[in-house]
């Protein structure tokens, strides 16, 4: 188990390997895993429609299940599980992932990011395009603070969204919002160690609403999966409660 203080992980659910923009195949992230004392690890590669960075396509999820399935022997102390970090590609909340490889995934995870094939011209010139400059332009930013959010919120009430990746990085949200739809549709936040952002918000809209935090790595190389202690000092200096992170130790 990771620990900082009294705050202890017991598994990193978002991790990145060779089959997306990783540097590390699902054996080493495993097995870097164990040596930071993490009982469950989670392979959660990008999706198809991340332009550079994604998985070939949708079955890669599958792939990535079998060869997970061929190697756990090797790691017994280890529960490993397979997701996918699910880009968010329409305004109403669409991902950019089928249902029949939604439903055979261990976790979901849904998330803003800037670079992706979008569903629509609409989507493409009201939703992608914009958020690319969102920071150039103040009145963009208020629109698409607004566009955001609801797409997030969005996302979580029409998907089984095990928790919402790196809420705030480089593009806004309105996290009193998605806090709130998270808490109703036991949706978790996360608090990503792996990117540089203000995550104090996330943890006082968490805290205002009832939602649940997920501390996580977003490693993409083995030597940092597991790294979480930013995490746990950020929780424990807001008196954040451990049982309301879903990979802490309570």
Not at 111 to 139: E, K, M, Q
Not at 164 to 178: F, R
Request: aromatic residues 6%; proline residues 5%.
């Amino acid at each position: 188990m990771r620990s900082c203080g009294t705050i202890r992980f017991f598994a990193d659910y978002h991790t990145h390997t060779t089959y997306s923009d990783g540097r590390g195949t699902p054996a080493e992230n495993i097995q870097a895993a164990l040596l930071k004392g993490l009982e469950v690890l989670a392979i959660t590669d990008h999706g198809p429609k991340n332009i550079g960075t994604g998985v070939a396509g949708p079955d890669t999820f599958l792939a990535i299940k079998k060869e997970v399935a061929a190697v756990a022997g090797r790691f017994p102390d280890v529960k490993v599980l397979v997701g996918a970090e699910a880009a968010v590609t329409g305004r109403d909340g669409r991902l950019e992932l089928p249902g029949r490889i939604i439903e055979q995934l261990d976790l979901l995870i849904a998330g803003l990011h800037p670079y992706y094939l979008p569903d629509s011209l609409g989507d493409a010139l009201h939703f992608t395009l914009p958020n690319l400059v969102v920071r150039l332009n103040r009145s963009i930013w208020a629109r698409m603070h607004n566009t955001n959010t609801k797409a997030l919120v969005g996302a979580v009430h029409r998907y089984p969204v095990s928790f919402i990746s790196h809420p705030g990085l480089m593009m806004p949200v309105e996290l009193d919002e998605l806090a709130r739809a998270c808490a109703i549709r036991e949706t978790s936040l996360e608090v990503n160690t792996g990117h540089n952002y203000n995550k104090e918000e996330i943890v006082h809209a968490a805290a205002r609403w009832g939602a649940k935090l997920v501390v996580n790595s977003d490693a993409h190389f083995p030597a940092t999966v597991g790294n979480l202690d930013e995490g746990a000092a950020l929780l424990e200096r807001l008196n954040f409660p451990a049982e309301m992170v879903i990979n802490a130790v309570h």
